[in-house]
């Protein structure tokens, strides 16, 4: 029983592009983060969501857009890909904006 | 912003030695969590600490919430093979950061058999 799925796992596409990655937690958490971990493997938080509601976004180029449609979802849609987008996006989840938070498996993203 | 500092970066250990690794901070935490990140995976949690001075264990494994809320440290004994990955401390930011966690930077952990 997967905890916190992410879809896909390795996304490889051209520069411009737009793409969504999919996060799913079954924990009956409320509170859904999306981090980026870069190539020196530092992990950086973007957005959370808490019962849908954007809660916090750290200065992410618009091109990222967050959306969840329910408070089992948050969704990772990127616009127009630049090669600097090139990352693991990681999925977590906590309750009630929790400091113990459970992450996904990750997608690998490759921007050619 | 507040910023965590590992150390050491990487360690290359013999399989049963024991490991110690810390983690710094500039500012005040009031709760520190260790992950493991195994290759390929996403970050696992390993122990979470919310009292100065705190010792707690999992396994193998004893962390501890520095006296002076500023720092933590995790102990691996007898290290074996699947002990192999990135750890990482992490911390929930100051203010009204609502489930915010800084990273520290890992430290990678290599055994050798």
């Known amino acids: 029983d997967t905890a916190v799925s992410q879809t896909p796992k390795y996304l490889v596409t051209q520069m411009g592009n737009d793409k969504s990655i999919k996060c799913e937690q079954n924990?009956?958490?409320?509170?859904m983060y999306w981090y980026k971990q870069d190539s020196k493997k530092f992990l950086k938080i973007m957005f959370s969501y808490n019962n849908k509601e954007l809660i916090i976004n750290e200065t992410v180029p618009n091109r990222f857009s967050p959306k969840s449609p329910d408070k089992a979802h948050l969704n990772l849609h990127i616009n127009s890909l630049e090669l600097g987008d090139s990352a693991v996006y990681f999925c977590?989840?906590?309750?009630?904006?929790?400091?113990?938070?459970?992450f996904g498996p990750g997608t690998r993203l490759t921007v050619l | 912003g507040q910023q965590l500092n590992q150390s050491p970066q990487s360690m290359f250990i013999q399989e049963g030695e024991d490991v110690s690794m810390n983690c710094t901070s500039s500012s005040i935490f009031n709760t520190w969590l260790w992950y493991k990140q195994d290759p390929g995976e996403g970050p696992v949690l390993l122990i979470a600490l919310y009292k100065a001075g705190e010792l707690t264990s999992n396994g193998r494994l004893t962390a501890q919430f520095g006296i002076t809320r500023k720092d933590s440290f995790l102990n691996i004994s007898a290290s074996i093979p699947s002990d192999v990955g990135i750890y990482f401390c992490?911390?929930?930011?100051?203010?009204?950061?609502?489930?915010?966690?800084?990273f520290g930077q890992g430290t990678i952990l290599t055994v050798h058999p």
């Open positions: 977590a989840s906590s309750q009630e904006g929790a400091s113990r938070q459970y």
């Open positions: 992490a911390g929930p930011a100051g203010g009204t950061s609502y489930g915010k966690l800084t």
């Open positions: 924990l009956g958490h409320d509170t």
